[in-house]
T-cell receptor
Framework: IAGITQAPTSQILAAGRRMTLRCTQD?????MYWYRQDLGLGLRLIHY???????GKGEVPDGYSVSRANTDDFPLTLASAVPSQTSVYFC?????????????FGEGSRLTVL | GQNIDQPTEMTATEGAIVQINCTYQ??????LFWYQQHAGEAPTFLSY??LDGLEEKGRFSSFLSRSKGYSYLLLKELQMKDSASYLC??????????WGAGTKLIIKP
């Protein structure tokens, strides 16, 4: 049972390069989320998708884009990486967006931008 | 605005009891979650409270007072494996979780 798969698990990237973090789920959850986690700060929402075909901006969307072509996949793209985007990125899912349900997390992608 | 306040770090002894407090302010409220996160790992769900009072689940209990904007997580019979960060996260009116920075709990033998 895979649940939520994120790739890559770790990446070092030169500033200015384009990077896509992949997230795939097999739980058939409608809602998907991308968070970044930095030392001393809480998880911060970058983008979310309430259902396939829709996306929305979170608290810190600048420099990131997402797409949701189908239920299972929710890739996060950094068009031109900057050092401040060095962070651990977590993809998460929830069964339905408009419910007080549990969030399930992927294992995270550790990104370093030099 | 939305704000979560919890201690940055706490230390406790193996076998003891520890209480991690959390105060919050959110735009609307749809319950409060506690997650556990071991170093280098993803957060995992511990508890959910939507009504006032205490919810008990084995060695872990969680309390909520909506009128005071206050919750706590109580861990009993502490084990070394309980060393982790504990994240308080109320859910706002849009069903989005608002995350605190977490409390790092250090368990000493």
């Amino acid at each position: 049972i895979a649940g939520i798969t994120q790739a890559p698990t770790s990446q070092i990237l030169a500033a200015g390069r384009r990077m896509t973090l992949r997230c795939t789920q097999d739980m058939r959850h409608n809602a998907m989320y991308w968070y970044r986690q930095d030392l001393g700060l809480g998880l911060r929402l970058i983008h979310y998708s309430n259902t396939a075909g829709t996306t929305g901006k979170g608290e810190v969307p600048d420099g990131y884009s997402v797409s949701r072509a189908n239920t299972d996949d929710f890739p996060l793209t950094l068009a031109s990486a900057v050092p401040s985007q060095t962070s651990v990125y977590f993809c998460a899912t929830k069964r339905l967006a408009g419910e007080a349900g549990e969030l399930f997390f992927g294992e995270g992608s550790r990104l370093t931008v030099l | 605005g939305q704000n979560i306040d919890q201690p940055t770090e706490m230390t406790a002894t193996e076998g003891a009891i520890v209480q991690i407090n959390c105060t919050y302010q959110t735009s609307g409220f749809n319950g409060l979650f506690w997650y556990q996160q071991h170093a280098g790992e993803a957060p995992t769900f511990l508890s959910y409270n939507v009504l006032d009072g205490l919810e008990e689940k084995g060695r872990f209990s969680s309390f909520l007072s909506r009128s005071k904007g206050y919750s706590y997580l109580l861990l009993k019979e502490l084990q070394m494996k309980d060393s982790a960060s504990y994240l308080c996260a109320p859910m706002d009116s849009n069903y989005q979780l608002i995350w605190g920075a977490g409390t790092k709990l250090i368990i000493k033998p």
